[in-house]
Every structure is written in structure tokens, then in C-alpha cells.
């Protein structure tokens, strides 16, 4: 497996970051009934992993309306916790008593030099055009020893997989274009849930993340979740990276 052979899609972000802002006040809503109601227990799962860290400052990449925002600010009141993320819509749905940062995750990987104890991105990577640059960049904003955490979606291994394909890839969109969505006026491919199954459609080379991470030069890649589940949970700590201070 090279990093070369990750994928990179092609799309444009602005019509995606529209598809975010048009979700932004249905998002949480709509996405504990799409996942069956696990979305909270998987964000606690998180919140719980970051916190027996004890880190000083989290960074939460692609934040979205800050439901895991939240959960890390009742678990940690002490850390400087932050929330980056592209879509101002979004943003707007964070308590204003969270530090907010309204930009590309890009352009705030190169913004400054501060670095983070933990970085998390949950539903964030599969939808960048080029992840492994994504992850090449949000390195310069971890600190030495530092965490990353990443939660993405995931087929299920086994049976399981059948009725995942059934209802991501069918059900789902059609859901999302008669029920969840029927608002929407842009165009079909980048409808929310239209996008949401073909972007994990597309994350089809997610198994090799970990050996990615290592290739990058992360350490300590462990796994949260079995691959019987769908979804997947990743940390991976930045000791092998350039020291940072
Ligand atoms: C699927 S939502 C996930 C929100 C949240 N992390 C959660 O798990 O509920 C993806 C979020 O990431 C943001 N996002 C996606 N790509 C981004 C990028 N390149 N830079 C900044 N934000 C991004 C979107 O605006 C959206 O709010």
C-alpha cells in the first residue's frame, strides 16, 4: 500500500460546503435517526477516549453544529478546546462560549503555529478531496506525544455488510430525497444524503488508514471498534513526527 494510491476525488468544495450549510440545523437531528440513534453514543466514546488523555488543548476538525463540541467541554471544562470548521451555518449552531474557527482545515493547518494535545476528526476525512494531504497537513498542528482521532464510516465485515449496502446505498438516499431532504435544490449529486453514500462509497480504501498513519509517521495506531461495526475509530499518537514544542 502506497500513499500514492489513496484515493483523491474530484469535486468541487464549494458545492459541498453549500450540501453542510443547508444540513446545518437539521444536522444532529437527522443524523441520531439515520445512525439508529448510536451518533451519541459514538461521540461519547470519543469524548471518553480524549479525555483519559488528560490533554490541555483539543482541536476539533470539522466540528459541524458542535454536538462532540459540547460532550468535550462537559468532560474536560479545563481543556482550551477549539472547533474548526468551513461552513459558517454550522458554526453558528456552536454555543458561543466555544472557540470557534471558520476556516478550511488547510488554510488552519497553515494558519499558525499553536499545536494541539488531540486532534479529532469524526466524519471529516472521507470527504476531503485529498486525505492523505489532509493528514500531512494537520500534523503541523499536533503537538509531540500528541493524539489524533479519527471516526469514520465503515462497511461492516460479515453478514452485516449485506444490510449496511442495503441501507446506505439504497434506502438512505432515497430517504434523504423524499423525507430528510426533499427541500433540497441543488444539484442531485451533491444532495446530503445522495453525497453521504457515495462518499463512503468512495472511502473504499478506509482498511488501510492505519498503515497510512504509520507511513506518515504516526505511532500507537489503535483501534476502538471492531470491523464488524459501521463505523470505524482510530487514534494514532504523533511521537514518531517532527518534534514539535
Ligand atoms: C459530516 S459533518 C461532521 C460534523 C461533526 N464532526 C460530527 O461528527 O457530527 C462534516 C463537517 O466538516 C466540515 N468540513 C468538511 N470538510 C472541511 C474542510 N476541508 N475544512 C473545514 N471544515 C470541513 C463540514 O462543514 C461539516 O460541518
Known amino acids: 500500500m502506497h500513499l500514492e494510491t489513496w484515493p483523491t476525488r474530484h469535486y468541487s468544495e464549494e458545492d459541498l460546503r453549500d450540501t453542510f450549510d443547508f444540513m446545518a440545523d437539521r444536522y444532529v437531528d437527522q443524523t441520531v435517526v439515520v445512525s439508529r440513534g448510536h451518533y451519541p453514543e459514538w461521540m ?118 449485506w444490510g449496511f449496502n442495503l441501507y446506505f446505498h439504497h434506502w438512505m438516499p432515497w430517504w434523504g430525497r423524499r423525507v430528510l431532504a426533499p427541500d433540497w435544490h441543488g444539484a442531485q449529486d451533491m444532495a446530503p444524503y445522495r453525497w453521504l453514500s457515495d462518499s463512503h462509497r468512495q472511502w473504499r480504501e478506509s482498511q488501510s488508514l492505519p498503515e497510512v498513519l504509520r507511513q506518515l509517521g504516526y505511532d500507537g495506531m489503535e483501534s476502538h471498534r471492531p470491523p464488524t461495526d459501521v463505523v470505524m475509530l482510530w487514534s494514532a499518537r504523533a511521537t514518531g513526527l517532527e518534534a514539535k514544542a
Open 44 to 161: 461519547n466514546q470519543v469524548a471518553s477516549l480524549v479525555k483519559a488523555w488528560k490533554p490541555k488543548s483539543v482541536a476539533d476538525i470539522g466540528c459541524g453544529p458542535g454536538y462532540l463540541l459540547r460532550r468535550l467541554r462537559e468532560a474536560m471544562p479545563e481543556a482550551d478546546i477549539l472547533g474548526v470548521d468551513y461552513s459558517q451555518k454550522m458554526l453558528a449552531q456552536v454555543p458561543d462560549d466555544i472557540p470557534t474557527a471558520h476556516e478550511h482545515l488547510d488554510d488552519w493547518a497553515d494558519s499558525e503555529e499553536k499545536t494541539y494535545d488531540a486532534l479529532i476528526m469524526t466524519f471529516v476525512l472521507r470527504d476531503q478531496p485529498d486525505p492523505v494531504q489532509s493528514l500531512t497537513k494537520l500534523q503541523k498542528r499536533l503537538a509531540k506525544n500528541g493524539h489524533l482521532v479519527i471516526l469514520e464510516t465503515q462497511t461492516p465485515d460479515g453478514w452485516r455488510h
